[in-house]
């Protein structure tokens, strides 16, 4: 017997066409078990597939599962905006106005979405995320290990600010990089960058800096993971904006204020420049809101089947 998956192609985190990260949507993966899901990513070969099904909780309006090519996550950025632009642009979601708030139940749980439609067209323009209050994690010292690994120089690792590990479902060690020319010569090295971690269960990492090449943006970075997801380097990474806007803000790597909004740039070192917005509240040393959103393109859908002999 054949079975036929439909699944949506779509560049999130750009409003260009080939740009952005990519993303396949499996617009209706009921009947997949969890290693067939495994398996269409693994085809697939995106840094992540979004597999949506009924939801298991009243207030959602669907549950999605995500993959990796290696492994399931709990929550990610760019499957939880790509997926929801998609849904919403064929009417799966309805849209209720300018703004329309929905949930969606991720593995980590209920996650509220907020869709902003273009008016003219009634049609989905632009996704928020809003992410769990950040959790941060251990420090590093071991600049120059962790600048070996990355093929750069101790001290194009900041001292000033913490080798630090932060999350917001998914944990992340973030490593602040000097300038955009040390940034550039990062390298990715799976064997180094496992090797970092010494038996301990290993950790994604996200490199930043605060000189970017794009006037309006805050930050430039770049996310490396092939020893993790197998995601060699990733084109633009939500579920690491989040972390990073609570750094940010923590740290005050940008000026500090009750609400922050910035603008990360990634991906472009990869030839897929990419928007991530950031949306930070804080009171006092409280950071009390973390959201993150961007804009999708689709460019493709199709179908995929699945033999069982």
């Known amino acids: 017997m054949t079975r036929s998956y439909h699944f949506v192609q779509a ?3 750009t409003d260009q066409p080939f740009g952005g990260n990519q993303l396949a949507v499996f617009t209706d993966a009921r009947g997949l ?3 067939e899901m495994q398996t269409l990513a693994r085809e697939m070969n995106y840094s992540e597939s979004a597999f949506v ?3 298991e909780i009243p207030a959602a309006a669907r549950r999605v599962r995500i993959f990796t090519p290696a492994i399931e996550l709990p929550m990610a950025g760019h ?12 009417g799966e979601i309805p849209l209720t106005g300018p703004s329309t708030d929905v949930i969606l139940q991720l593995k980590i749980g209920p996650t509220p979405i907020t869709i902003e439609a273009d008016a003219e067209h009634g049609k989905p323009k ?3 995320m809003t992410q769990r209050t950040p959790e941060f994690g251990d420090t590093r010292s071991d600049r120059a290990q962790v600048a070996s690994a990355l093929g750069i120089n101790a001290d194009d690792i900041r001292a000033d600010l913490p080798m630090q590990v932060v999350s917001t479902g998914v944990p992340f060690l973030y ?3 000097r300038s955009l020319e040390a940034i550039g010569r990062c390298r990715v090295n799976p064997a180094a960058l496992q090797s970092l971690f010494e038996g301990a269960e290993p950790l994604m990492l996200y490199m930043f800096t605060t000189e970017t090449t794009a006037r309006s943006a805050g930050l430039h970075a770049r996310m490396f993971a092939p020893h ?6 990733d084109p633009a990474t939500g579920g690491a904006a989040g972390p990073m806007g609570a750094y940010a803000a923590r740290y005050q790597v940008l000026p500090r204020q ?3 909004r910035f603008v990360i740039e990634q991906g472009l070192e990869m030839g897929r420049p990419s928007q991530i917005h950031l949306d930070v509240r804080t009171e006092g040393e409280a950071i009390t809101g973390v959201r993150i959103g961007g804009q999708a393109v689709i460019v493709g859908e199709g179908d995929i089947f699945w033999s069982s002999h």
């Open 258 to 260: 009750p609400h922050m």
């Open 175 to 177: 490593v602040p990089i």
């Open 79 to 90: 499957p939880t905006v790509g997926t929801t632009f998609v849904l919403a642009h064929r």
């Open 11 to 13: 560049d999130v985190f």
């Open 228 to 233: 993790v997801a197998d995601i060699p380097e």
């Open 126 to 128: 632009f996704v928020w």
């Open 33 to 35: 078990a969890e290693v």
């Open 53 to 55: 099904l009924p939801p």
